[in-house]
C-alpha cells in the first residue's frame, strides 16, 4: 500500500453512501491502486456501545492514477464511485504529502493507529466508551500507557484515564 512510485498521482474519489466496499472492490478489479483510510468509532445503539470501522473521511477514499494515461473518466463510471473530486474539468490531485503521512499513521489494512506522540497539552478526541465524541486537553501519560485527560463535564474539569488506542487527535 505505501507509494513509492513517482509517476503516482493520487485523487479524491467521491463514493455513494455507504458504498466504500463496492467502490474499493470494483476499482481494485480494474487495477486501480486506492487507498482508504479507517477510523474505530463507537456509538451507542440499545442503551449499548458497539465499535464501528468507518471511513476517516466519509464519502471519500483516495485513487492512484496515472494521469498521463488516462482513466479517470472509468473511475467516474465505476460502481460505487459518485465520481474523482474536481476543482474544473479535470480532476485535482491531492498533495502527495498528505497521502505519504497518512499512510504512516495507517495500518496495512488503512485502519488508523493510535496516536503515539502525544504530549501533555494536545487536544484530542475519545474515540471509545461513555465519553466517545468529547474532545479533551491531555494532562500526562502514564509508563504503563495510560493516557490522563481533561475533560469538560458539566462546567468543571474531570480527569479519566484512557488507553492511547481510545483517542485520536483534533
Known amino acids: 500500500m505505501h507509494d513509492h512510485d513517482p509517476v503516482t498521482t493520487w485523487f479524491l474519489a467521491q463514493f455513494k453512501p455507504n458504498s466504500h466496499h463496492i467502490a474499493q472492490r470494483n476499482l481494485n478489479r480494474q487495477g486501480f491502486r486506492t487507498f482508504l483510510p479507517l477510523q474505530e ?34 473511475v467516474n463510471s465505476t460502481s ?14 491531492v498533495p502527495r ?3 505519504a503521512q497518512l499512510m504512516l499513521r495507517c495500518d496495512e489494512d488503512g485502519k488508523l493507529l493510535p496516536p503515539e506522540l502525544l504530549q501533555p497539552g494536545d487536544d484530542v478526541m ?14 500526562g501519560i ?10 469538560e463535564l458539566m462546567g468543571m474539569q474531570t480527569r479519566v484515564a484512557v488507553g492511547a488506542d481510545q483517542l485520536r487527535t483534533v
Open 126 to 139: 475519545l474515540t471509545k466508551g461513555p465519553f466517545a465524541d468529547f474532545v479533551a486537553r491531555v494532562e
Open 97 to 99: 504529502d498528505l497521502v
Open 142 to 151: 502514564a509508563p504503563d500507557r495510560r493516557v490522563y485527560v481533561l475533560l
Open 41 to 74: 468509532e463507537d456509538k451507542r445503539a440499545r442503551g449499548k456501545f458497539i465499535t464501528q470501522i468507518r471511513p476517516l473521511f466519509p464519502g471519500y477514499m483516495f485513487v492512484a492514477l496515472d494521469i498521463q494515461r488516462g482513466g479517470w473518466r472509468v
Open 80 to 93: 460505487g464511485v459518485t465520481r474523482l473530486v474536481s476543482l474544473g474539468k479535470e480532476p485535482t490531485p
